[in-house]
């Protein structure tokens, strides 16, 4: 039977089934039998999300519901419910969280405004990490090999006793990667104190990673078919330090309860671009500091049971960028602060009818400062959500949301054009949101059919032929999104999924020609999966999953006038789970047949450019529980 599962998708905890917001829950068992390496190759996996390598990073690009290169910026991506989404074009720093310390993945499609303010229109990915529960001490040791030099080391240890508990997590991966300079080393180490008090838990975490990377540049479509895996820029590199301090709270009330999170987190990268001729780094440096209060109150009018949550957003992102080569770009400086006040209403009726009306206001003041060409940038943006669910007989239920999204533009999105120093000063980007769609859920079998459309006013890219970041003309995403998952009988698990999202511009012109009815770059029109988890007894267990990419048009093609594409591609992976006692051992076969693929290229003249992904690989990891 499939169990009931708990989420914090209105930033409480609470039975999945008690909100009118769907939400797909990945738990630690799928991400152990996925086969992943990292968080990123876990998410690759889900419908819908797309994930893009344009740089050879293990921080690669996601993407949610069809936003190619601004997905980062248009889905938000939470830690235990805070804020790692960076106000720069950087992706999130998820390779600095060790896949054993999570927990479960909540992904929430569609709009989250509401609750977690700008960048949230794609969608949101909460990744939630664990708690010791065990009574006594336990550990666990790790340790992997693999293709392409791959090999890492993991341990983790929990002390329970009485009302305390302390977890620490620590973990070191290398692997040369597909491509020449492409080496890349990542250490994290993480620490979480919890108390459980009478009204409910007090929690302190810190955590902190340390990254190396060889940058191999992009290939040429003649390179791509002759020699995709040597570097185009052989001695480039990168680091990246980060660290998060965060408490949290949720205390239990007669009327209620009360939440409190308070994070601070620092981000150093470098950049030494030493086949463009800077022997120097480029330097970005990054200090955000963040303070969320809420209260949910629990009351009943007549037969209708009420959930009212009031809180408030406020958070500080101070931005520095030391450049190489101040006559080319300058370095900056730069502040953002964003202040917020949410309100939102779930209310659940005796026939099975559950309804949430919420809304935001959030102010931003954006500083800049770009080699004394300086600009200051005030926006108020409302947001709200209306969202509906009625429970049918025999499993069955309906649901529906309407809302209205934002996010607002990056610092780097407010860097000068090339050959100017007055900064690109945008308007919010609006988004006005409906998803609609059917569940039925049994003992023994879930699944969903949905429909989504985001219409899109003053959407931020960056378009080269007038190399600025700019609002582009009105856009529209409308999709399909379907998935199952079936115990067919005690030893088998069938699951899968589907997406359609088709992105396009609605109206308007770009570089002086017309771009209604063109497809966005980079999004393609189809995405599927399936897997079939065998569990040949007690001890072993044997997945197959395979998953699909359709074609999309390359970035940079806008009006859709070229006839290269970024091609489809199917992925095949194989993952056997044994048990022994206190030993488990996991063997994977990734990318079976070897496909050659791409999931970034661009146009480039007549041509175009990508980074190639990586090929078959073999990885094996053995665990020991103390």
């Not at 666990?140 to 929990?158: E, F, K, L, N």
């Not at 919890?194 to 302190?204: A, H, M, V, W």
């Not at 049918?392 to 990056?410: C, E, N, P, Y």
């Not at 090929?615 to 990891?621: A, M």
Request: charged share 20%; proline share 4%.
């Amino acid at each position: 039977m499939l169990p009931p599962v708990s989420v914090v998708g209105t930033r409480f905890e609470q039975q999945l089934l008690d909100e009118p917001v769907q939400t797909t829950v990945v738990t630690a068992d799928d991400i152990l039998r996925s086969g992943a390496r990292t968080l990123v190759d876990v998410l690759a996996l889900q419908t819908s999300i797309q994930v893009i390598d344009n740089s050879g990073s293990p921080n690669r690009q996601i993407d949610l519901r069809g936003f190619g290169m601004t997905g980062d910026q248009n889905t938000l991506i939470l830690l235990d419910g805070q804020r790692i989404t960076e106000n720069e074009l950087a992706s999130a720093d998820l390779a600095s969280i060790p896949l054993a310390s999570i927990e479960r993945i909540e992904i929430l499609r569609g709009s989250g405004a509401v609750l977690y303010g700008r960048g949230a229109t794609g969608g949101t990915i909460n990744i939630i990490t664990k708690k010791n529960q065990e009574t006594g001490i336990n550990a666990t040791a790790s340790a992997t090999i693999g293709s392409y030099a791959t090999r890492g080391v993991s341990a983790s240890a929990g002390l329970s006793h009485d009302r305390l508990s302390l977890n620490v997590f620590a973990d070191k991966n290398e692997t040369d990667n597909y491509r020449r300079n492409n080496r890349s080393v990542q250490e994290n180490v993480t620490a979480a104190l919890n108390y459980r008090g009478d009204r409910g838990p007090f929690s302190l975490r810190l955590s902190s990673g340390q990254q190396s990377l060889g940058l191999p540049g992009e290939r040429t479509a003649a390179q791509l078919l002759t020699d995709p895996r040597s570097a185009t820029t052989p001695t480039n590199s990168s680091s990246l330090d980060s660290l998060r301090i965060a408490f949290a709270t949720e205390q239990k009330f007669d009327l209620g309860f009360f939440a409190l999170d308070l994070t601070h987190r620092t981000r150093e990268s470098k950049s030494f671009y030493k086949d463009y001729g800077y022997a120097t780094p480029d330097l970005t440096k990054v200090d955000a500091l963040s303070f969320s209060p809420r209260f949910r109150f629990l009351f009943e009018t007549w037969t209708v049971n009420h959930s009212f949550i009031v809180g408030g957003d406020w958070d500080r992102w101070n931005w520095n960028y030391f450049s190489s080569d101040v006559n080319a770009v300058p370095s900056s400086t730069a502040q953002q602060i964003n202040t917020s006040l949410y309100i939102r209403n779930t209310s659940n009726f005796s026939s099975g009818t559950s309804i949430a009306l919420g809304v935001r206001e959030q102010r931003t003041v954006n500083d800049v400062n770009f080699s004394n060409a300086i600009a200051q940038q005030t926006r108020k943006t409302p947001a709200y959500e209306i969202a509906l669910r009625q429970d049918l007989r025999g499993g069955w239920s309906l649901h529906a949301k309407s809302g209205k999204s934002f996010r607002l533009q990056t610092v780097d999105e407010l860097r000068p054009p090339w050959g100017s120093v007055v900064p690109t000063v945008l308007e919010p980007q609006t988004s006005q949101d409906l998803d609609t769609g059917i569940r039925y859920a049994d003992s023994s079998l879930t699944a969903g059919f949905s429909l989504f459309r985001m219409k899109l006013e003053n959407e931020i890219m960056y378009y080269p032929t007038v190399a600025n970041n700019v609002n582009l003309p009105p856009t529209e995403r409308r999709g399909i999104e379907l998935d199952a998952k079936w115990l067919a009988t005690a030893a088998m698990t069938l699951e899968g999924g589907y997406s359609y999202t088709d992105a396009e511009f609605t109206s308007g012109s770009i570089g002086g020609a017309s771009v209604a009815g063109k497809k966005v770059p980079l999004i393609p029109l189809h995405k599927a999966s399936v897997a079939a988890i065998w569990r040949a007894n007690e001890r072993t267990s044997l997945t197959f999953r395979s998953t699909y990419s359709g074609e999309a048009r390359l970035d940079n093609d806008q009006q859709n006038t070229s006839s290269f594409r970024k091609p489809s591609f199917l992925i095949a992976d194989f993952v056997v789970v044994h048990e022994i006692e206190q030993w488990r051992l996991r063997a994977s076969i990734l990318n079976i047949t070897d496909e050659n693929y791409f999931t970034y290229g661009g146009l480039s003249g007549a041509s175009y450019y990508a980074y190639p992904a990586m090929g078959r690989s073999v990885l094996l990891t053995v665990d020991r529980r103390f």
